[in-house]
């Protein structure tokens, strides 16, 4: 259980790839493509590495969780050629609605932080480059320094980042990400306000492979009343209570 540190105010949680900018950026395809080359650097073919790719994905969430499993792998070293590698100046930019949205979350009644699979320089570079960082009090992350560290959807990455905001109550947490089954392993931990950001009909990528955004669900998912939304501006109408009155 995570202790309170005297701050009761509930916390929105962000993610940030794919969820602070559209999945059109194509920054996932970018990124995949980076951490397919890194997989044959390592001596695999191309078929060899996709499987492989695909596989710590699905298994870990992570593909370099497996990386640093299985392998003799430099989590630092992979961080600079994958995610450090990518032109983000050049893929996203400032949304100035986006500011204004957060800009009129009512910070007398809760706080924002972020909730990243990325390591810490990536987040804190999408942050930036979005004018955002000013408007996120911290960020909970994978610490690639960190062995066997975890990442969503664990449950100990969700434990971890209320212990690291200092918040002891889950029903207070308000979350964000474009991952449903990110969403779904928070809702199952008693986050109480969780959204599903979902850009149906748009293409993104996972564990190495191209796919369509939907909403479809597995057949064993949960059944619990996580909402949908397409756009950001719409938790505006999910969440009014977070937000300042106009």
Known sequence: MAQSNGDERPIVWFDIDNTLYSASAKISHAMGERIHAYFVSMGLDHDEASELHLRYYTQYGLALRGLTRHHDVDPLDFDRKCDGSIPLESMISFKPELRKL???????????WGLTNAYKPHAQRVLRILKLDDLVEGIVYCDYTVKDFVCKPEPEYYHMAMKKAGLADPSKCYFVDDNRGNVDAARALGWAHCVHFCEKGLEGVEGGKVKEIDNERSPN??????VDIADLEQLRVVWPEIFTET
Do not use: C, G, L
């Not at 009129?104 to 809760?110: A, F, H, M, P, Q």
């Not at 998912?221 to 996580?226: S, V």
């Open 221 to 226: 998912a949960p059944d619990n009343d996580i």
């Open 102 to 112: 957060f800009e009129d979350i009512d910070r007398t009644k809760v706080r924002v």
